[in-house]
Structures are given as C-alpha cells and as structure tokens.
C-alpha cells in the first residue's frame, strides 16, 4: 500500500493561529426526519490534530452528522456549528476547500482512477497540471501507479475504498472524514493507513473524524471517541477513559505457569477480590476497587506458584460500546434507518 | 458526461427517435415521391392549405416538388423540434438523479463547488450535448433531404432562412426551458426513472404544442420564429435566474438515502 512513504508533511498551520481553536465545536445539534430523531441534542468538541472515532449502530446518526458538519444538510435546531473556525451556518464555503471526504459512495466508474482523482482536485481550485500530479502522488502513496490509467469500473472492491481515500485527501485538507475507511481493505493495509493517520495528525496537525465499526482499530488509533446512539451522545473522551467509565470494574489477569497447580480459589482468598473466572490461559481477577490492585499484585506473587504474569486488563472500548449501546437499546431496534 | 452517455436508458431517445425523425420520416417520404409520383394527388388537400407565398418561385416545380418541399420545410419542422426536446429531458433527468443512482453524487456535494456552480454546471453539461447532437442531426436531416429532394424539387432548396433561424436561436432556447427544469426536477427525484418520467410528462405536453405550432410560424415568417425564440429566452433567463438563487444542495440531500 506504501501509504507511510508519502515524504514530508505539509505543516498547515496559517498565519492567523487558527490551530488553536478546536477543528470542530458542535452545540445542541439537532436534526429530525419527519417524525424521526436522527439526531437529539448532540454537543462535540473535536481538537486540531486529534484522530476522532464516531461510533454507533446502524441508524445512530453518524451519516447525519458527517453531512451536517459539511454543510451538506441543514440542522433542524443547532446553538453552535463551528467548523476549523468558522461558523458552518454562515460560511461554508470558506471550510469547504479545507476539508476532504471519504463517505460510502462511489467513484465515477467509466473514469480511469487518475482522472477520477484529478477531476476532484480541479473540483477544489486545483489547476489541471497540480491536479494531475497530485493524484500521481496519491495513486503512489496507494499502490495503484500502475493501475492509475485503468477505469475504476475493473477495480477490486478494496482498490476502490483505497483511491476513495486517496480522494479525500487530493487537496491537502486540513480536516478529514472517513466512513468506515478500512472496509475492504486487508489486514495489512487497514495497518498502513491507521499508521498513516497516526503520523499525519501529529505531524502535520491533521484532524480525522472517523466513523467506524472496527473497534480494536479505532482503539489503537482515536485519541478520543464518542458513542452515538438513537441520535444521542451516550459517552465521549479517550477510548480508555470511557471505556473505564462504561465498565467500572478492576480487573486483573493472572497466567500461572504452565502446569502450576494455581486454582481460583487461591485468587479467592485474597484481600480486596470480588469474583475469579477462569480464562483461556489463567485467571481474571475482579477487585472491589481500583485501591485493591498493589496488595492484589503482592498477595499473587506471594502464592508458592511459579507465574509469566500478573497484569491490569483495563475494559476494552468493545465491551464498553456493546454496554452502552446495549443499555440504550434491544439488538432488535438496532436498524439502518 | 462520459459516465451520462454510458447508460443505456438514453438509447430511445438519442438513437431511435432520431433514426425515425431525422432519416425515416423524410427517406421514406421522398423515395415514395420519387417513385410513385402519383401518390401526391393524395396530398391535394393538405397542400392547398399552404399559401403560395409559402413556396418559393422554383422554375417548373411539380406537385411532387411542391409537395417535397412543404414537407421537408414545413411539415417535418415540428417532428424535428422532438429531437432536442427528448434528448434533453433525458440527459439533463439523468444529471442529478444519475448520479443520485450511480451513488456518485454526495462526493461531489462535498467539493467546494458553490451550489450555484453545480446547478449551472448540470444545465451546461445537458445543453451542451443536446446542441451539439441536434445540430448533428440537422447536418444529416440536411443531407438526406437535400440528396432525395433535388431531383425531385429541381434545386438546391434546403436548408431555408427559417431552419437556420430555428436552429441556431429556437433549438437552444427551447432546450434550455427543458433542461432546466428537468434538472431541478432531477435533483429532487430518487432516480433517473423518476427524473425522465415527471420530467416528460411535465415537458411534453408544452413541447408538444409548440411543436405542433412550429409548421405555423415556419410558413409565416423568419422574425416571428426568432421572435418566438426571444420570448423562451427571456423565460430562460428569469428561471435560471430564480434557480441559481433557490437551488441549495442541502435540499437534495435530503433526497439521498
């Protein structure tokens, strides 16, 4: 994919300090379909260089906000909508060339992938040669140089959630939104483009709004994410932060060597335990309190069993997003709308 | 406009009306003509319906030859007006609603592009091909009749001052009224079926008039068919007018699934 490998990022902070302000500051944004409440009083604070997860079921209301926040499609009711400094109600134009997107949608088919990249970058102010080389650079840092004359009719389903992306970014935004971007991608270049997200947040001050359903990666990636669910915000900060508040338990995994003949019930019997499981490979330790852990830690080691680790297993953000999903709503109701 | 003319729901409009309009209605006319001379006795009463200042003086013209040229100038003139009028409200319901079935759409709401800017480009992108293809008709209907016609006319005698006043100010003025609404009905309709369909029946009926009119003016002067074109001009101008102000590409996401 080589998608690393595009070369010095472009620092895009502006003379007028605009990297100061949050990338996105959203208040009391609302938005119904005829009866339906796509969207209920949703307050969001994004900040420049930050790599955010919108998470949420089918129907949550992910795509209604991706379009309101682009000025795509008004609020029914909204106090804030500022987006890269500026007041989207007001002054969409001047976000618009500033911001790329990559929804799921689809190419122009009877294009060659290079023309469907360079008709983007003309669509954003991009002369015909800057265009051209631009989605030479792309199709590059993709993987598709060789495949950049083909139409984009014969692409494979992962070669086009690629040169999607890659339309996203044809004009160097400064804010990116990705739906569901690794879709079709193998393991390894869903890999290469986290790693790419990654570096150009941090390096060039990129800010990413990314809806997805692949939670481990949004994990490894987000530095701060938030529920949505039946139009609502039902938990926002960094991964670990609401996953810790959605499941507010201490757990601590304990793997005795193999053939020790450690049992639950000696985890049991030490201070501080609430319940032990039995684990693939050892033990899960579910304390009272989070207090409990070092003497939790020191009774372990004081056990006469040989051991290859005693560790925190913090909530993962999958079990907190099924807790606060599934405490909203029965898998039932969960539907496309 | 490559993705617009790969589809084949344009095929009836772009290649069979033009087929029947533009080279079989005339063919068949003046090969029959030519060929049973006396099949114009038939066409006595309908001929006495033109004026004599209709036809030019033309040094021995036969009823044939008469009747050749009122059908060629005259009678084929309203049949012809259905080219443009079909192919624009085809191409210009498949602008928005195209790609609204293509999924291509919402990619292109979140460029840049002023909302102005998309719908004049809609309109531009169906006027363009329509203009060109019309007048890539004419040129056809042109050499048809004027190869099956002359030898039964006597002379070079098309294409006349009226047909090129129809074609250079009537045919674009006309078109533009079509696309432009049909384009608006476009960015509201969930695909390009719906687009052609309330688009059709919300054009034809209009186009069908002035089509059956268009024979009349043909006859009666050249300034009145420019006269005409102005006043759909004007209305041209006042409806792109109020769209370029109304159009908002928030109403058509509404639209979108």
């Known amino acids: 994919m080589g998608i690393p490998d595009e070369g010095a990022v472009e620092d895009v902070t502006d003379a007028r300090g605009e990297m100061d302000g949050p990338a996105i500051e959203v208040g009391g944004l609302s938005r119904s379909f005829g009866p339906l409440v796509a969207l209920d009083s949703v307050d969001l604070t994004i900040a420049r260089g930050a790599v955010f997860g919108l998470l949420g079921p089918n129907g949550a209301g992910k795509t209604t906000t991706v379009r309101i926040l682009n000025g795509v499609l008004d609020p ?31 190419l122009y088919e009877r294009l060659s992938a290079r023309e469907n990249l360079a008709s983007f970058g003309r669509l954003y102010g991009m002369d015909t040669p800057s265009s051209r080389s631009r989605a030479d650079e792309l199709l590059e840092m993709f993987g598709l140089t060789g495949r950049g004359g083909e139409r984009v009719e014969r692409f494979s389903k992962g070669m086009k959630q690629k040169l999607l992306i890659a339309r996203a970014l044809v004009a160097h935004p400064r804010l990116v939104y990705l739906d569901e971007p690794t879709a079709g991608l193998d393991p390894e270049a869903s890999h290469e483009l986290m790693t790419y997200i990654t570096r150009v947040s941090r390096e060039a001050h990129t800010t990413f709004f990314i809806t997805s359903h692949r939670l481990d ?10 529920v949505l669910d039946g139009g609502r915000i039902r938990a926002a900060g ?17 793997t005795p060597a193999a053939g020790s003949p450690m ?40 056990l006469p069993f040989d051991l290859l680790g005693v560790a925190e297993e913090p909530p993962t953000l999958q079990e907190a997003y099924l807790a606060l999903v599934g405490n909203h709503r029965a898998p039932a109701e969960r539907q496309a709308v | 406009m490559r993705e617009t003319f790969s589809t084949a729901q344009l095929v009836v409009p772009l290649i069979i009306v033009p087929l029947v309009v533009v080279v079989g209605y005339p063919s068949l006319f003046l090969l029959a003509l030519r060929l049973t001379p006396g099949s114009v006795e038939g066409l006595q009463g309908f001929l006495s319906g033109f004026p004599d200042s209709a036809i030019p003086a033309i040094a021995h013209l036969t009823s044939a030859g008469r009747a050749a040229y009122v059908a060629v100038v ?53 006027f363009v091909p329509t203009i060109v293809f019309t007048w890539g008709c004419f040129a056809v209907y042109t050499a048809i009749v004027d190869l099956l016609g002359i030898p039964v006319v006597g002379q070079l005698f098309f294409p006349t001052a009226s047909w090129w006043v129809l074609m250079l100010l009537l045919v674009p003025a006309v078109s533009l009224l079509v696309i432009s609404i049909v384009v608006l009905i476009s960015a509201k309709a969930r695909g390009f079926q719906e687009a052609n369909a309330i688009g059709g029946s919300v054009i034809l009926p209009v186009i069908g008039l002035v089509a059956a009119q268009a024979s009349g003016l043909m006859v009666l002067s050249s300034e009145l068919i420019a006269a005409t074109a102005l006043l759909f001009a004007l209305v041209d101008a006042a409806l792109l007018y109020l769209i370029v102000r109304v159009f908002k590409r928030s109403r058509i996401v509404s639209y979108l699934p």
């Open chain 2, 74 to 126: 005259y009678l084929f003139a309203g049949f012809f007006l259905l080219v443009p009028v079909m192919v624009s409200t085809v191409v210009a319901a498949n602008s928005f609603a195209g790609e609204k079935e293509r999924r291509t759409l919402e990619g292109l709401l979140y460029t840049p592009v002023s909302d102005s800017e998309l719908v004049v480009g809609k309109i531009s992108a169906a």
């Open chain 1, 263 to 302: 049992t639950a019930a000696d985890l049991s019997a030490l201070p501080g335990v609430k319940d032990v499981m039995g684990i693939d490979g050892g033990f899960a330790a579910d304390l009272v309190e989070e207090g409990a852990v070092p003497s939790f830690v020191r009774g372990v080691v004081a």
């Open chain 1, 76 to 106: 029914t009711s909204v106090t804030k909508l500022e987006v890269l400094g500026h007041d989207l109600r007001l002054e969409a134009e001047a976000v618009r060339p500033q911001v790329g997107v990559q929804t799921d949608t689809n």
């Open chain 1, 238 to 254: 960094p991964p670990e932060q609401v996953a810790r508040a959605a499941i507010p338990r201490v757990r601590v995994r304990v």
């Open chain 1, 217 to 226: 990666e949004m994990e490894g990636v987000c530095t701060g994410v938030a």
